[in-house]
């Protein structure tokens, strides 16, 4: 089994790009998919240089790693460029599906319209109107086969991928959101985004089976967040000047979107958002991100990460306490993190 998927298990903003990238580093992996469109942004830095990827994926600042954009992936060709040119990405190493959908301006346009950023808190990315032209059906000029400016990067990525899996090549697939903003299974719609966002639905925008997975690995926060605005339910919501307080910081500690820069919500930990990403997915590694925005996790690590797996009823293989790195919790020394 040669396929590690990385899922958010709340609202996004877990951490998924940061965390996509540590297992392809140290899984030395051949290709990184990225599914979805350029409605979440995920972080990564290489060194001190910091990079926001919404079409591609984190881990293609390895240079061993080739980037694939699969059937389900939904590309803004302006936003692609952009991040090709930031990246440093040869053209060698981006392979494009034949069915993968552009976002045209018309798409953006009709959700800027829509009144979708003030109803349900939308980034107007134009990715859902995307969904919508492909479920229509009225022809295939959507396609990126299509596209004259993506014709060299077009190949036929099932075919790439499937012959990786059979030589034990390892994958990671990319996903985008949360759990909590499923279309299918969000217990808060309409307050949800234009995509499943479960682990099997990120797995099916690739066109690879199930019994080629090795890894499901989930990213959860130690304060969940929503993007700003009308965005949906947020149990046990404060601010960030109370997360500030708490922490014993100076510093603003307030997090803003990446892909619009709107301030996000933020809230205590839930655990019924995550206990239910944990039954739909059934992660075998969950990572939790943001341990250090209690005040006391460099002496109490591991009785804070002992009382997060007692609420959710799981095991906390990783964490994060900065926007670079994940320690291993049986790494951690003790009490403490060094």
């Known amino acids: 089994m040669s396929i590690t998927i990385i899922f958010g298990g709340q609202f996004g903003s877990e951490g998924k790009g940061k965390t996509a990238h540590y297992f392809a580093a140290k899984e030395q992996a051949k290709y990184c998919v990225r599914v979805g469109g350029t409605n979440s942004g995920h972080t990564v830095y290489r060194d001190s240089q910091k990079f926001i990827f919404r079409i591609l994926p984190t881990g293609i600042i390895e240079k061993h790693v080739s980037a694939i954009l ?39 346009l009709t959700e800027s319209e829509s009144g979708l950023q003030q109803s349900i808190g939308s980034t107007n990315s134009g990715t859902g109107a995307a969904v ?27 075919s790439i991928m499937r012959d990786a899996c059979n030589k ?73 000047d109370i997360i500030r307080q708490e922490a014993g910081r100076q510093e603003d500690m307030t997090e803003y979107t990446a892909c619009t820069e709107r301030i996000r919500r933020v809230a205590r930990f ?60 049986t790494k951690i020394n003790s009490e403490v993190i060094l």
Not at 97 to 103: G, P, R, S
Not at 185 to 204: C, E, I, M, N, Q
């Open 270 to 329: 839930d655990a019924e958002i995550v206990k239910r990403s944990i039954e739909c997915n059934q992660p075998n590694i969950i990572v939790l991100n943001h341990l250090d925005y209690f005040a006391n996790y460099k002496t109490q690590s591991i009785t804070l990460v002992n009382s997060i797996q007692e609420k959710i009823g799981g095991h906390i293989d990783y964490v994060g306490i900065d926007t670079y790195s994940l320690i291993e919790v």
């Open 70 to 108: 699969p059937a389900g992936a939904y590309i803004d060709l302006l936003i692609l460029k952009e991040e090709i040119k930031a990246s440093g990405l040869s053209d060698d190493r981006l392979l494009i599906d034949e069915n993968a959908v552009i976002i045209s301006e018309s798409n953006v």
């Open 132 to 158: 919508i032209d492909r479920i229509l059906r009225r022809g295939d000029g959507i396609l990126a086969k299509n596209c004259k400016e993506l014709r060299k990067y077009i190949v036929d990525t099932k």
């Open 168 to 240: 034990q090549k390892k994958i990671i697939i990319e996903g985008t959101q949360g759990y909590g903003l499923s279309l299918l299974h969000s217990k808060d719609y309409p307050y949800v985004t234009s995509r499943d966002t479960s682990a099997a639905g990120f797995l099916s925008e690739t066109g690879l089976s199930p019994l080629d997975v090795e890894n499901v690995v989930m990213v959860i926060r130690a304060f969940p967040i929503r993007v700003s605005g009308n965005s949906g339910p947020l149990p046990n919501e404060i601010d960030w």
